[in-house]
């Protein structure tokens, strides 16, 4: 059984910085994608970055909104994906998951709220 525990959300004011975290437990592949979702209300879940992992090797992927402003990284060693965010914005709104996709599997974590105030 695979599970995703995030942490790190919370209220921050324009311009200011958060880290999630999100550690996975359970069986975990050395080829697998983790990844962070958005979604706020009214909108439809949205992925905002993502990190591939296959073998020794890997890649990541930003949506265009956050690139330069926030950073996606793993540790392997613990199973563990963070979400560095930068320069937030009142747009940034949003409950924030953590996905973990391997084998055909696709696996979420509970969500944790990130509010931006103006």
Same mark, same amino acid.
């Given at each position: ?28 592949? !050395?080829?697998n ?27 990541? !992927?930003?949506?265009?909104?956050? $690139? ?9 060693? $613990? ?9 937030? $914005? ?8 953590? $996905?973990?996709d ?17």
């Amino acid at each position: 059984q695979v599970q995703l525990v995030e942490s790190g959300g919370g209220l921050v004011q324009t311009g200011g910085s958060l880290r999630l975290s999100c550690a996975a437990s359970g069986i975990i592949f !050395n080829a697998n994608v983790m990844g962070w979702y958005r979604q706020a209300p009214g909108n439809q879940r949205e992925l905002v970055a993502s990190s591939t992992r296959a073998g020794s090797t890997g890649s990541t !992927n930003y949506v265009d909104s956050v $690139k330069g402003r926030f950073t996606i990284s793993r540790d392997n060693a $613990k199973n563990t994906v963070y979400l560095q965010m930068n320069s937030l $914005k009142p747009e940034d709104t949003a409950v924030y998951y953590c $996905k973990l996709d391997q084998r055909g599997y696709s696996y979420w974590g509970q969500g944790t709220q990130v509010t931006v105030s103006s």
